[in-house]
T-cell receptor, first 111, second 121 residues
């Protein structure tokens, strides 16, 4: 059974700092890995999708890496802003809609 | 990416009543997925809904409690029946993002609705 762990559970940083969120998974037989952002009480916004054959994806200030063999992914956020404050969820996707989510990292960026 | 309209965005309901949540997608999709997110926890898949067949429920979820309809390829509903305070959660629908396949192949990513925040009192 796939298990997904996100570390840290919460993170508070001053504005402008670069930061890394971590995601680890136990079963490397994945199709892809997806990072989401969730604002309080809201739905999920997809940030980055990394296919199992890829090593990294970039979108603006975000960079996600994937090391499938070691069961790890990181989400790097450059030059953090208060608007980045949210919960970040990592989801490991296997076949036919089987997505396993981590518990998330709640990020607070202080002005 | 597909755009999902989910309604209602939030509701406060009396215990013992039922609430039906709707998801409308702007394109045809084969599978729709319903998730529950209990307070402070991550997402748990409730069921997968295919058009023209009964939904497939995950362990711990039953059709009598969470009946699902899938009348066509763009619409689905989830009903939370005979609600108790333990049903207070965010409910989300999701579909495969058919535009997310990389040029060298791979699996789909997923797009989510905006969520329904349910409070049962």
């Amino acid at each position: 059974k796939q298990e997904v762990t996100q570390i840290p559970a919460a993170l508070s940083v001053p504005e402008g700092e670069n930061l890394v969120l971590n995601c680890s998974f136990t079963d490397s037989a994945i199709y892809n890995l997806q990072w989401f952002r969730q604002d309080p009480g809201k739905g999920l916004t997809s940030l980055l999708l990394i296919q199992s054959s890829q090593r990294e994806q970039t979108s603006g200030r975000l960079n996600a890496s994937l090391d499938k063999s070691s069961g790890r992914s990181t989400l790097y956020i450059a030059a953090s802003q208060p608007g980045d404050s949210a919960t970040y969820l990592c989801a490991v996707n296997t076949n036919a809609g089987k997505s396993t989510f981590g518990d998330g990292t709640t990020l607070t960026v202080k002005p | 990416s597909a755009v999902i309209s989910q309604k209602p965005s939030r509701d406060i309901c009396q215990r013992g009543t039922s609430l039906t949540i709707q998801c409308q997608v702007d394109s045809q999709v084969t599978m729709m997925f319903w998730y529950r997110q209990q307070p402070g926890q991550s997402l748990t898949l409730i069921a997968t809904a295919n058009q023209g067949s009964e939904a497939t429920y995950e362990s711990g979820f039953v059709i009598d409690k969470f009946p699902i309809s899938r009348p066509n390829l763009t619409f689905s509903t989830l009903t939370v029946s005979n609600m108790s305070p333990e049903d207070s959660s965010i409910y989300l629908c999701s579909v495969e993002d058919l535009g997310s396949i990389a040029p060298d192949g791979g699996g789909y990513g997923y797009t989510f609705g905006s969520g329904t925040r349910l409070t049962v009192v």
